[in-house]
């Protein structure tokens, strides 16, 4: 009788990231619609060196920014997330489960619209009212410039041989960097968008940028 044999199949499947390409090219098409419609055919320095009395459509503009950060941050981070919480998994809309990236865009949007909702409260409380619009007019520009940076991590990150591992540590020390740059652009900027009064500016970078961004490490890592 033949010996029994046994084969050990080599073949490597290889990871299918047609997802990340369709999202990253209509996070694209909503930046080309932005700058062609809203934006009436703005180039990309008049739109970054635009002032703040000499722009329109300030609102909208806001809304597609933060979707595409929100989006592009969800692409990148969702492989690090250890697993989707079972509460949120055993949540199912027309038998679909949500998985890592829908889980991590999600929280991400909740933590924009949390941070939203407080930053429009805190500028009411704090009698300065009208540099609300004038701030996320200000936020604007940097998020647009963060999400490009995203979506070149995107592409790295899954489509080439990268140690995921090492990167995550690349990545922290980044969105660390981030961080404390965005809170000195919003400090000294000459828009002037954080109230007069430095006991104001503390509070808000306690409660609108450290106390959120530990919320969103809680509700993602653990």
């Known amino acids: 009788m033949p010996l029994s044999q046994h084969f050990i199949n080599h073949t490597r499947i290889p990871e299918n990231n047609d997802w990340v390409i369709f999202i990253l090219l209509g996070c694209i098409f909503l930046y080309l619609f932005m700058m062609n419609i809203i934006e009436r055919e703005a180039n990309l320095k008049d739109f970054l060196l635009q002032k703040y009395f000499d722009a329109s459509n300030n609102l909208p503009s806001w809304v597609i920014t933060s979707f595409v950060t929100a989006l592009t941050l969800s692409v990148l981070i969702s492989q690090y997330i250890p697993t989707v919480p079972k509460y949120i998994a055993d949540l199912q809309v027309l ?6 990236f829908g889980y991590c865009l999600l929280v991400v949007i909740f ?3 949390i941070k939203s909702g407080l930053g429009f409260l805190f500028y009411q409380s704090t009698g300065d009212g009208k540099k609300w619009t004038v701030f996320y007019f200000t936020a604007t520009k ?37 961080f404390i740059f965005k809170t000195f652009f919003y400090i000294f900027h000459k828009n002037n968008i954080l109230p007069e009064k430095w006991y104001y500016k503390f509070l808000y970078i306690c409660t609108l940028q450290i106390a959120p961004l530990l919320l969103l490490w809680r509700l993602l890592f653990f």
């Open 142 to 178: 940097f998020y647009f410039v963060l999400s490009f940076l995203l979506i070149i991590l995107c592409v790295a990150h899954y489509y080439f041989p990268l140690d995921r591992n090492i990167m995550f540590l690349y990545y922290f020390f980044f969105f660390s960097f981030v």
């Open 95 to 100: 038998d679909y489960q949500l998985n890592k």
């Open 111 to 113: 933590f924009y619209m």
